[in-house]
Structure formats: C-alpha cells, structure tokens
C-alpha cells in the first residue's frame, strides 16, 4: 500500500502530454527574463499517472465507500447529476470577463441559485462571491462593520458562545474586533440572560450558530434577536448547520442579519478531500446595502438582479464595502448547488431536514445508554448528537475510540469539538443514509464504546485495519518536512 | 426523493425507537413564529434528473462556450487544454466524496497528492515551502500583504499599479478593516513596467511591495531590481503570478528575490468555470517565514509502524486551534483544484511544461505580428509571454462586444477592468495559448480589420 | 508519445539485457519481404490529445444529435434517459480496466455484478436462470435457435413475420452455413399480430417457433396461444424482446410459457451509440436448459474461508474448454454494458421500472392519439407499448427524410427495414418514451399535417 | 469486504429516480397483456446505488491499479480521452436508423477507421460489423466459405494449429467444418512440412495465430500462404496478437486472406470486464466480395464506403454473405479506436509495437535462468514471453504461482496455455508498463517461482491478501446457484 512519490518514480524528461519540441533558437519577447535553470518538475507518462492517482485516491474514505458521521460538517451523498451539469460547455468552458450577452445563462444560474438561497432563508439580499464557509463569515461580519460606520458607529466587540466553530473569533478578530465568549447554560443552549446582560453600546454583533454545536436548536434566538438589534447591534448566524432546519425553518424569521451557506454542506456539493467550498451570505435589509459586490438582491418587482463595480449605481447599491474575491465567486458550485435544489424542490428539501433530524435522534437514543450523552434530557437534538468521554476507562480517551471506528469500516464522528463537552463526540447522520447503514453503524458504535469503557488496550493502537497505522503527528510538527528534497 | 433512502415504515420505525409521535415533535424546539405549515412557497417541488437536467442544459446553452468562438480572454483566467484523465481522476468518489483529511489513516491519498501539490508549487515559484492552496489568487495576494505584515510588524504595503484590479480591490478592501494602509497605483499604458516609479513609493514603514509577474498588461517586470530595493529597506517582495505557464519559460520570482510568491492556479487543470472554483497558491522562499504562513499546510512523517505517511501540520497557526489568535481564519481549501493541477502538472513534468510555455509564446508572438500588421492598431508591450495589450483606434469596448456577436471573444478592455479610467478607452488585453489556432488569430486580425477601418 | 512510459534510456539499459544490438534485431524473425523501412506511408503522424479531440469533434458535429432533435425513432433501440450515476460507475477504472474475471479472487467486483445482473434478467423475463449477457439481440436471437435445435435434436426454426428484419438476417445468413431451415415470413400489415398464420407453420420438425414481443410493428401478441401450439408438438418458444422497459407493464414471456427468452437489453443504462455496443440478453424459463446455454455464466460459491463469492460457471459449454465441442464460438460478454443495465435497473427498482413503463406508455397514448387525428394518417395497432405503426399518405421514407431537415427525426420507415417490399411504402414505426415532450409530440404532428396537406 | 447483493438490502418499493406515481386506473392500449404479477426486482436509492457499485468496484483488479501480464490478452492502458470522445453527443445521442445525411460523421468514423485497419494490413477491405473477436473468426470463416461456395468448392476442413485459441476450432465447427490439428515444430512454430503435406482439395483453410500462441513469429507464414492458395484453400490469421507487429509489419504482404483485428487488444478499447469487445476483418481482395453487410470497401478512387443492404448493388458488392447483426456494429469502439489511431499516429503504432516486443523480451531474458522457457532458444519472442512449470516442487503447480503472484499485487499471467507447453504461463506486458514497473514485477515473479521450485505449501493456499481466498468451483459447477432465490 505505500505509494511512492512523482518525485520518486518521474523525471524532468518524461512528459504525459504530446507537444512540439522546443525550439531554443527561436527569437523571444521575454525581455530577459527567460528561463535557464532547471525546474525540477518530475513528468509521468499518462498510464504511470491513472495508475500512480488511482492508487492514491485508494487510500482515501469518502462517502462513497460508505457512513461519514462526521458532526457540524454534513457529509451528504454527492449526486453525479450535479457534476454532469458543472461540466455542461456552457458553465465550464466560460471565461468570467466575456461580454456579459454571451454569459447570460451563467448570470442566470447566479440570480436562480441567489432566489432559492433568499426564499429558504427569509431573508433580503445575498452576497455571492464568499469562496467558503469562513469568507461568508468575513464578509457577514464586514458588512456588519460597515452597517456600523455608516452610521459612524465604532463599536469593538464581538460576542460569541464558548461553543462555537474556532472561524467564528477568527473571522471576528480578523475584521478587528475583540471577542468575548458567551458562556452556555446546562441545557447546552446559550444563556440568555449573560447575554442580555453583557449588551450594550459596545457590542457590534453577536456570532451565534442555530442549530448549535451542541445539535441543539436555539429557541431563543428571537429573543435574543430582539435584544441585541434593540441594543444597536447585529445577529450573525452561522450556517453550517442549516442542513437541520432548510425548508422548515427560515432564520429570516428569527431576526438574523446575516447568514453564510455552505453549499459543500447543505446542498451537496463534494467536499473534495478539503474544498473548493462556496459561502454564499444572506443579509437581512438593513446589511443588504453594505454586501460587497458582485451582489445579488431582489428589486421591487420580485427580480433578482447580479451588481457588479459597474452597474453598482444603477441598482443604488453604492455602500458596498468592497469586493472580496476577483470574478463572481464559485460558479462551478453554484451549478452544482442550483441543480441539487431543483432536483429536491421546495417538499424535498423539507424531508431533507426532517430525515436529517430523525436519523440523528435514531442515533441518539439508540446510544445513550452507553455512551454519555450530556444533553439527552434537553429534548431531540437536531441534526446531530453529542456525546462526552464520561465513563471511558482510564487512559482511553474520544480519539482511541474514533480510531477504533476506522477498524470497523466507518470515518470516525468529529472529535473534541465542541469544547463545552469533555472528549466530546459530534455524529451527523444526514439525511442520505438507510436505515440499514445506520442500524450498522449503531452496532458498531455501540461495540467499540463498551470497549473502550471496559479498557480494551487494542484500542490505543488502533486503527490496525487501515492504509496507516496512527501517524506521528508530533514529529511531523517538530521537525517539517513540507516539500520533497531530491536525495543529496 | 431518490437522494432520500428512509422509507415510510424506516420513519414510523425509527420514530417508535425515539419515543416520539411524529416528526414535528422533534421540532418541538421551534418557536412558533418560525414553523412553517408546509414547504416554503415561491419554489417549485422536486424533479426528475431528466427535467433538472433539461433545465440546467437551457441555461448553459444560453452561453458562448469558449471552444465555440475564437477565444482571446485572459486577465488573470487562462484557458488551456486540460487532458482527460484529470477529470477522471478528479471524479474518482475517493477524492471527490472525501473530507478534509483529519483522519489521516484513512486519507493518506489527499494528503500525499497535497505533499505532492506543495512540492511542485514551491519548486515552480523558486521557494522551499508552498501551503496546500488557498481560495484563488487574489484572495492569497491578500493573505500575503496581512502575513508580510505579521513578519514586519509594519502596515503599509506598496502596490504595483500592473497588479491586477480585482486584487488590488480585495487588498483595499480588507485593509480597510485591518487599518492596513494600501499604496495603489493605476498601471502606467507604457511599453514597459515603471519600476522606477514603483521603487520610489517604498519607505522605511514598508512592509511589503507587491508586484505582478507577467503584470496586468502582460509585461515581464524585471523583479530582482525591485527585490532590492524592498530588501534595502526590510520590506518583503511579494510577487503575484496570474499563468503559472509561463514559469515554464520565464525565470521563477524566487529566483529572482521574491519572498513571498502566490498566484492563480486555475491554468492548470482547473479551467474557466466563469471565475470559479480557482486555487490560490502561496509559497514563501524562506523556511524562517513557515511559521507564519496561512492555510493548510501536509508535512511527512512515520507511523506507528515506521512507514511513511503525511498528516496536516503546524495546525497551531490555524483557527480550529488558535481561533482568534490564528494566522487566517480560512479553513478551506481548494483541494480538488490542487488535485487537478497536481494532475496536470504530473502529465506535463518539465519537459511538457515548458513545451507548453514554448507554444503559448510562439503563438502569441505570431498574435502580436499580425496584429500590428492591422493599420489602427497598436501592440503596447515591449516583453510579454502569452498576453499583451494593444491600443486600437476606437472604444475597445464596444468593439468587444461587436466582435462576440460574430463568436470572436476578442480579449478583455482594459475599460472593463477600470471603468472609470478615460484613458484605457482604447486598450484591449489580447492572450493567446495553445488552444488557440493560427486561424483564430487571422480572424481576429480580419474582423479588427474592417472594424477599424 | 503520452502513452508509452519507455525512455530512450531505459530502453537501451533493456536492450543490454537482452543482448540485442537494437530493436530490429528482435523482429528478426519477420522475412524480408514484409519488414517496413519506416512507418505505414498513407496515414498521418502522432497528434496531441488536443488536435485529436478537436478532429473527433468535428465528425460529432455532423451528427444530428437526439437530444437536438424531435425524436421518434425505436425499431430495436430506444432512447431512454440514463442516470448520471450511470456513467460515473461504469467509468470507474476499476470496472473499465478489468479483465474478464478467470481469476476470481481478485474480480469480485465484477461477478457479484454479473450475478446480480443474471438475476435481475432471470425475473424481468420471468425465466430461472439468464446468462452473463450476448453480443447483443440479433445475435442472441440466433444463439437461441441453434440452442433449440440442440435441445430437441430438430433443424427447423419457424420465425415470426413480425420478428425484426435484421435479427431474421442474421438467423438466415448462420444457418445458410449451419444448414438449419429457416421458416421466415414477411410481417403482415394489420392491426393484430397473425398468430394463426404462425401457428398454421409450426410442424413436428420444428425445433422453435420465434416470436417478437412487443413486435417489430409494436403490436403484442399473445404469446401463451403460441407456445401452446409449440409445446404441442414438442417445440420450444423462443420469446424476443427488443425494449425491457416495456417489460415494466406488460406480463412477462416467462409467464406465458416462451422457453428461451432473448432480447436487447439497450434501453436501459447504455444508449443509443449509432447501434452499439449493445447488450444481449439471453434466459432460459427451465433450469434442465441450462447446460445448452451459450455464453458465461456466473455462479455462487464460497473461498476457503467459507466466505460467499462468485466464479464463473459451467465453462465445461465454453469454447476455451471444449474447443470444436462448445455450445457456442462466444468468447465475450457485454460486461460493460452489462454493468450500465444493472445499475440503472438497481436505482429503478420495481417501483421504478413500473413508473417508466407507465410514462411511456401514457405519452405513447397521447401521441397515437393526436397522430390519428392527422388527415392522412392512420394509425395501425390495436396494442402497443411504446412504439406503433402508422400510415401515412405518401412516400414515409421520404417524409423522414425530408422533417428531418427541420431536425424532427420521425420514426422509421419500414422501407428502410424492407427495401424490397412496395407495400410497405407508407409504413412509419413512430417510438415515444419518457424523453419525448408533449411538445415534440404537437410539433411532429403539426408537420406531418403540413407534409400531407 | 463483504459486500450484500441488492436483492439483499433493496426492496421493490424503494427507487433511486423520480417518476410520476403510476396511476393504474388509467386506459391501456396493452391489449390485455398488462402485468399484474410482482417481478421481484429490488431498487436502491441513490446513495445507496453509488455506495454499493463503488464498493463492488474496488474487490476489483485493473489495468489502472496494476500490471496486467494476461498473455494474449493485450491488456494496455485505456485512455481517457477516448472515453471521453465516445460520449460526444454527436456519437453517443444518434440512432443507428436515422437518416444517413443526419449522421455523416458517424459514417465518417466507421469509413476513417476502415482506412486506417485496411492500411495498416495491408488488406483490401475490411467487414466492420463483428461484435467482438470470436465473432470476427467467425465472419472470417464464412467468408472463406462463402467465397468456395460461389466457386461450386464443397471442401470440408479447416487446419487449425494445436497452440490455437479455442475459439478456432469453435468457430470452424460452428461454420460446418472438420477441424485437424496441425502439430508444432521443437522451435514452438506451424512445422512447415507437415501442413504442406496435408494440404489437398479437401482443405478450406488454415488458421493461423501470428505472432503465434508461443510468442513467436511465424517466418514461414508467406509459404504458407502460398502453399495454402496453390491448393485451393485460403489463409486465416487470428489477429489477437496484432499488437506484435502493428505498424511494422502488414499481414496482407504474407498472404493472409481474413483476420480479424480485436479493437480492445491492440488499439486500446477497454476490457470492461469481458465486454463489449470488437472485431473487425480485413479481407483480401479475392475475399472481400463476400464480406457481409455492412462492409466497408475501398473503389478505386481511394476512397472508402460504408456498403449497406440498400446500398449493395450500387458498389457492385452483391455477393454478401449476408448479415452477422443488427445495425453498423460496435460504434462506440470505433470512436475509442480512431481517437487511439490518430494519438499515435503511424510513427506511434510502430514504436507501440517495438516497446511491447522489447518489454517482453526483456522479461523473458530476465526470467530464463529460474524459470523453464521452452523456446527461449528460438530467438526472440514477440510481445509475450512463455515459460513452463518445469523444475516445480511436487504437488505445485502453475496455478499455485499465479495466486502467489497475486498477493504480491499482480494479476497473474495467462495460466495452462497454449496447451503445447506444460503448465504453460504466458506473459505479454504491453508497451504501456515502465521499465520501473517490469522490474518490480520481475523481482516478484522470480520470488514467487523460487517459492515454487522450492516447495513452499503456502503456496497452495495462496491468495492470502486478495478479497478472497481460492474459490470452489467444483462446487458452483456441481451445484449451480446462478440467480439469487429469495430466502423462505
């Protein structure tokens, strides 16, 4: 199973492509800059390069091969509709600056996917071009920061709960503001009345996630809403939960300002062992203004129209707080996301959620007899279900029971995360598993949790069935090694 | 639903195990005034694959795919032939349904291929060390300037005005909320980059200039000149490279002094797709500045066995870890891309690398004879690779826009990038690559022809 | 050469090895008279995987696709849409690169599929076992009458008229060497199939009696009489289908007594394909048959850890086993296409198959209808599936021709299936399913309307 | 790895597509035949589909994970372009019986792809409609008897060498013949004199495999011919190892009547698993009159025609044998195969042929010394290298080092043939494999065969690291379970 590297099998002289020999002689307009020295590029021959990446990607779970439970991240079956039609000419083979007659049906996908993403979400206007999850974040918390100098308005702190995914005070310390934590009451909802307690005049926004990262929905939320808007700020919501309540619940009507989507996670576009993801940001009318451009947002008469730099003043969207990206954003994951929405519907997207919620609570009850589920007693969790290490035997910790899981076949659940729950264990079913899967999964799950509260030392070692064994991920931080060197 | 596999009796079963009536009652959590009785209105239900399909195949025809026309676009998105067993390889579920590889015992094909992707990006720019791709490379060109201004401690970075426009709007606009000060420059319409002007805007609270490589015109500054005088004052150089082909044919920004070097991958595997998804690549020449670097980054090590593996590192810079202390707060990165690219790069090697950069710049030489052969037209630039700009007598603008009614897309206006400018009325980029044949450029010529005459 | 992983070095350190002086000395053995001094004169050099795309898209591009196209055609290949999860399995390196599976334990893959395959097969055609699958239906068809010839030790095969035209070519042009009769017959124009015309042929040498069902002219006729009549005497009913999906609503031959049941498995998962590759299918209703089966076969068995597992069975009828002895000269199966059936049959399931079957049934309804409706058409059958006859006024071979022009392809002329037969001038088989639109329907009746006004 | 058929975890009622409910009460023009009894098929949905195929998929072996050594098998890299053209709407979206001025290129294809076997054979034309191999033997066969037929020649036998495929003399029985075995000279080629000897008014042909079923080349095989035709009869050539030769040496200059050319051997269509194959024959001139419909000829402008039923007596090509089909045959490999043509060009086909001829020679030098190579003193070999099971311990056999060869992750060489040689094990390693590669798979074969000639019992048992361990097929010959039966 140990693959070795281009690097070690190719050479600069090898080429996997066929093209005409160059020609040294040949006068240049490279003003000097022409290159002599060797790049050190190794080249494979196309049968060497299928093979050298169909073994690698055989190192590689993904969803395909089967359950990937992994909480907060929504790993969903990928239709391969989605990725026949990115790959349809028209999409693909466009260029971002064409004249924009010749790209009307790019726009177009653009202005469908911007209606679908306001009507699910209840909300005004929908910033485009944020590349991920983490740059929704940014450019949510931006238009905040304009909203909030617009009106010469300098407040400098964020709020956010001790359970919140680490981009949320990364985004807000990267756009400039202090953050404070808003601690969790027992039922691992946010606690309102802290809350209501530390607003004030300084507080620019609140950074929450419904449903939260405990699994939990926050039934709160329009309270609090209420509260902080009443004391001049804004509400962030974190979407990348929204898989748990798309088409029954739109945070529109829960008093949300702003709101990024993850197309990777709620509307199946391939995760693609790390990205590329899409963060689309929904803002409420009072940010809508400030969303950078491109922008899309809904005129009087019910059309959504695509702003750029150019057509900014036509459409009155002259606040912009800039541009994040250069282009329009991740169109090949919009075409994607348009055709999973279409193909769901407005019913299906609700089951969608429903099923998602229903698996999860399967889950849920069908565990928490052995495992330690701290929030069990607050009601049906949404989406996922959270369970803590308590119980576990000494020296056996959440990871040695996650690598125990890769033994049986499955990608581990997401590991310490939240914070709030000691060795917490996050485990999202989503809505595209059987029944039959997820019985598999319980009996498994249930198995490797009695053995690591009965101690099993196997486990410390684990997983033995898979490509590696556990991977030194100390060394590999003590002394870097991020590139190839060529043996001396 | 045929993504859906629960049936009715899973549902009532599964329900019967919860303890729960019905699936409302796991909603119970909701508030009131946010259940909706039924599916959200103003959408249509679901559809078949065939009607999805036959709605999304509408939209795309309604677009002048680039292989339909004779194609001249470029600025910062280049198109070239991508071979067909990347997208093979790249639709293999493995890669494609796969997480970020957290669990790296089982995801050892995402992380070699990224140790791969690293290796290859950072001996491409002529640095040791490149991270495992960002969103696209104006986003990276910002990443640079926040980092140049970590490893500093200054703020204000010196903007070459030949960046590209849409990255200098991101640079702008993110410093707007850092309180970074950004010193931009329109380009300069001459026929070779003013690095003289460039160096005299660097000062001693510099912390970085930033310099394109081929610039927004296409031309080659020479990037050592300016290296130097960064360095003189402790500033970093920070070049930005929009055709990684042309690293096949022209010497490497770190070769040339270049601290920190990102640019746009897109060339290589990925494709138009309209602007995106695209990869941001980001390197940095010397290890010292690792510890600051943004994003991702895969490092070798052993397993438990002693055998070699690849695991993601130095996370202690990343916001899952430091959250709001991190270097950045991206999370994502764009793997698939750098699949695609590694992918294609693999196929090349360097050889096919720079037989490729050899046929983009023999053909965009022949481009640039011919058309300054068309009376009413001139070529700007004195070096280029495989763009360049000419001046034209007339709006370039509009003859953009007449020329794509007859399927010649004819290049990006200049006006198009700088709307606001009166003086690029006239100027057009013109790129030329391999996909581009001899008779594309005859028609182009032709139809300038009788436009402009 | 991209395809080819030898260096010039690696094959002179080869060469060495060998002790050759070079490469010529290894065809030493070729006479003089046919070694070549260079390569072939009169075809063309290497090309780049970019000017061999574009060269094979320009001969697509002559072609007028269905999809750009109002479409009617059937006649033994039906176009039905295809999940996109199709494709993406079939194009997994995995099933596409392998071999035929001799070595089973590394082969799982492909016979746990075969097996399925044989058992989806076995139930839609209401037979025991299927086979791995044929060439395609004509050449099962064939497969089959020589099977019934060595099941009942008797030479004659009494064919319907209504069987395909080049599936009864195909059984004449192998038994002209064979020197098996063949009892053809021309298909008779009517409304109802002519079962007693049939069944007046049959005799006590017959071996098997064929019969299409659905018939070449769409009409379904009524299997169980004739296979009473066959049974009677001691023959075999050979049942042939041409589109499963009709299968979906109408009983099953098995069920109707047919003993051999063959068809084109096309229309589900592979495509049109200009007529290839297709996929036969071939099942038998009585397991004591299945020793004079043609063809692979997969079987159930268990490793040496007791584990279930598939190996192909029965090779003892096989050709590489039995040589001059096998029941028949095949070699291949359609694994591939076998596959494409398999999967699309697993996302429909039974529920699925029904409701496809319906929907073509319910627009095939709709256009006789609307097509009745037209002067100068008549619409023949009295029962259909999917696909009918109608009369028209005039040449129906010219009228294809000529609505082809405005890119509605009609259907197919029965002059174009029987050249030589005057009075099948004004026949047209016109086929709907669930791709045709309510619209392509009222476009192709409002130009026939126009045509024979 | 285990995995469960879908009769196993699907059901009739769940479906993986979206259709509109069937509404029963609605008329039907079914003519009482209307299906009421279930079929019993089970569905899957989606997800579900894609997990169980992928899975399925990966118990596997293929050219894009390994070395592919199948003597006569020809099992070469399959490029993606060519899957990639083969789906071009234009090939994939026409029907066979459209109108031939709404499908030019399609034609186009088939006549491009005529002119380019009738080249590089050096034949005159070429009867394109033979679904695979096998079929190919048998139209060319037919041919040769039509052809005797149309001269009043009733002979009766067909010479076939004993190193044949079986499906020589399958196909000679099939078409109505004797078969006779023609004995092998020590060297491992047709002896010469002994054919000649038998040769007479009887004999209808010979059949011939050159390079022959040893790997080597036939140098007699023009004599042959002639001898062969002096005496009435015609000469088939077994093409399934024109891979040796293509591009360097013309079958047509050493009198070779018929020989079908396998699309997925030598011009790399894909296996598929055992299908869809295709086998077009190149006849010569005095055979071409016969080939069946449709056929492709040459007229004497240079130019190639696609002759149909309708179109015959226009061509003046009347004495078709008849038709071996429905439609134009096996287009989507004609695609495959041309866009395979045209990447390597006539320079290419011709290094194709020297690199698997110099790939194979060196596996045969490098392996002589520990493994018995019958007719390794005959000279070179041609693009596969045989050797014997000669020197083994007692008790292993052959079949025991080719499961040993799969745990060290190769696909076994062809096993026990042809059958002159004892335990014969042939071994063609294409010119797609890389020196790096053959010499991994020489390290591991020697071992192997080491092992064998040393008794190793483990052996015997081998695979140990496959999906499975050695099937029983006595068992599924004896006891035949060849469709899933539902459990009572």
Chains 1, 4 share one sequence.
Request: charged content about 20%.
């Amino acid at each position: 199973l140990e693959e070795k590297l281009i690097f070690e099998i190719g050479t600069p002289d090898t080429t996997g492509v066929d093209l005409p020999e160059v020609d040294d002689s040949a006068p240049n307009k490279l003003g000097g800059m022409r290159r002599d020295a060797e790049i050190g590029l190794p080249g494979l021959s196309e049968p060497e390069t299928v093979r050298h990446y169909t073994r690698l990607s055989r190192q590689n779970y993904g969803i395909d091969l089967g359950f990937f439970p992994l909480g907060s991240c929504t790993m969903k079956h990928n239709p391969r509709l989605n990725e026949k039609v990115a790959r349809m000419p028209g999409f693909a083979d466009v260029h971002p600056l064409q004249p924009v007659d010749t790209v009307q049906g790019a726009l177009g996908v653009i202005n469908e996917l911007a209606h679908w993403l306001i009507t699910l979400t209840g909300m005004h206007g929908v910033a485009m071009s944020p590349k991920a999850g983490a740059h929704g974040e940014l450019c949510g918390i931006l238009c905040i920061r304009a909203a909030l100098e617009a009106r010469g308005d300098a407040r400098k702190v964020v709020l956010v709960p001790e359970s919140a995914h680490g981009t949320n005070p990364a985004t807000a310390a990267f756009a400039g503001y202090a953050v404070e934590d808003i601690p969790a009451n027992s039922d691992g909802r946010v606690d309102l009345e802290a809350l209501k307690a530390r607003l004030g005049p300084d507080v620019a926004a609140v950074m929450i996630t419904n449903p939260n990262t405990c699994g939990l929905f926050e039934p709160d939320l329009r309270e609090i809403s209420d509260a902080v808007h009443a004391a001049g700020g804004f509400v962030y919501c974190d979407g990348a939960n929204f898989n748990a309540i798309v088409g029954r619940v739109r945070p529109g009507d829960l008093g949300v300002d702003a709101m990024h989507i993850n197309l990777h996670k709620t509307f199946s576009t391939p995760h693609g062992g790390g990205g590329p993801g899409s963060g689309p940001v929904v803002l409420s009318e009072a940010l809508s203004p400030f969303g950078p451009l491109p922008f899309t947002a809904r005129t009087d008469d019910g059309v959504i129209h695509l702003v750029e730099e150019e057509t900014a003043s036509e459409f009155g969207h002259t606040k912009a707080f800039g541009r994040m990206t250069a282009f329009h954003g991740q169109m090949g994951m919009y075409t994607r996301a348009l055709t999973y929405m279409l193909s769901h519907g407005a019913d299906g997207l609700k089951q969608v959620s429903e099923d998602a919620v229903l698996n999860a609570n399967y889950i849920l009850r069908s565990m928490e007899d052995v495992l330690h589920a701290p929030y069990a007693h607050s009601g049906p969790c949404m989406h996922e279900a959270l369970f803590g290490d308590k119980g576990f035997a000494e020296g056996l910790s959440t990871i040695d029971l996650a690598k125990g899981l890769i033994d049986e076949g499955y990608h581990p659940m997401t590991m310490y995360f939240p914070l709030v729950v000691h060795g917490a264990m996050l485990v999202e079913p989503t809505e595209t598993e059987s029944k039959a899967t997820i019985d598999q999964f319980i009996t498994a799950f249930r198995s490797v949790a009695e053995r690591a509260k009965a101690g099993d030392e196997l486990l410390k070692t684990a997983p033995h069935y898979a490509p590696r064994s556990r991977l030194d991920e100390t060394l590999a931080a003590r002394k870097p090694v991020l590139a190839y060197v060529d043996p001396e | 639903m045929r993504y859906l596999p629960l049936t009715d009796s899973d549902r009532s079963a599964m329900l019967d195990v919860i303890g729960a009536p019905n699936v409302d009652a796991l909603f119970s959590d909701v508030p009131e005034i946010a259940r909706l009785d039924g599916p959200i209105r103003d959408l249509p239900m679901h559809a078949s694959e065939m009607a999805v399909e036959k709605h999304m195949r509408g939209l795309s025809k309604k677009n002048l795919a680039a292989a339909d026309a004779a194609f001249f676009l470029g600025a910062g998105a280049y198109r070239h032939h991508v071979p067909a067993s990347v997208d093979t390889i790249i639709q293999r579920g493995e890669f494609l349904t796969a997480y970020t590889p957290y669990q790296p015992e089982i995801a050892q094909g995402t992380l070699q291929m990224l140790f791969e992707f690293q290796s290859q990006v950072a001996r491409l720019y002529g640095c040791v060390v490149a991270n495992a791709s960002m969103y696209d490379g104006s986003t990276a060109c910002w990443e640079a300037v926040a980092m140049a201004g970590r490893v500093t401690k200054r703020s204000k970075a010196v903007l070459s005005g030949a960046l590209h426009p849409h990255y200098t709007e991101v640079v702008k606009t993110m410093a707007k909320f850092t309180g970074d000060t950004i010193a931009a420059a329109q380009p300069s319409i001459q026929a070779d980059p003013d690095n003289a002007g460039l160096i005299s805007r660097i000062d001693a609270d510099t912390s970085c200039v930033v310099v394109q490589y081929p610039d927004i015109l296409g031309r080659l500054p020479d990037l050592e000149e300016i290296a130097a005088a960064a360095h003189a004052v402790g500033a970093l150089l920070i070049a930005v490279n929009t055709e990684p082909v042309a690293l096949g044919a022209i010497k490497s920004p770190g070769e040339l002094g270049a601290d920190i070097v990102v640019g746009e991958g897109q060339a290589l595997g990925v494709g138009l797709q309209f602007g995106g998804p695209y990869l941001g690549l980001f390197a940095v020449r010397d290890k010292k500045h690792v510890r600051q670097m943004p994003g991702r980054l895969c490092g070798e090590t052993v397993d438990a066995d002693g055998r070699r593996g690849f695991v993601l590192t130095l996370s202690t810079r990343e916001q899952h870890i430091r959250r709001e202390k991190a270097t950045s707060n991206i999370c994502t990165n764009s793997g698939l891309c750098a699949l695609a690219f590694t992918v294609h790069m693999t196929l090349l090697g360097e050889k096919g690398l720079r037989q490729l950069a050899a046929e983009n710049h023999r053909l965009a030489c022949i481009a640039a004879e011919k058309l300054a052969a068309v009376p009413g037209v001139t070529v700007l630039n004195h070096s280029f690779f495989n763009e360049f700009t000419i001046l034209v007598d007339g709006d370039a603008r509009q003859i953009v826009r007449d020329l794509a009614e007859d399927n010649i897309l004819a290049g990006v206006s200049l006006a198009r990038l700088y709307p606001d400018v009166e003086e690029f009325t006239r100027g057009l980029l013109v790129a030329v690559t391999e996909t581009t044949s001899e008779e594309d450029i005859e028609t182009l010529c032709a139809a300038l022809k009788e436009k402009l005459s």
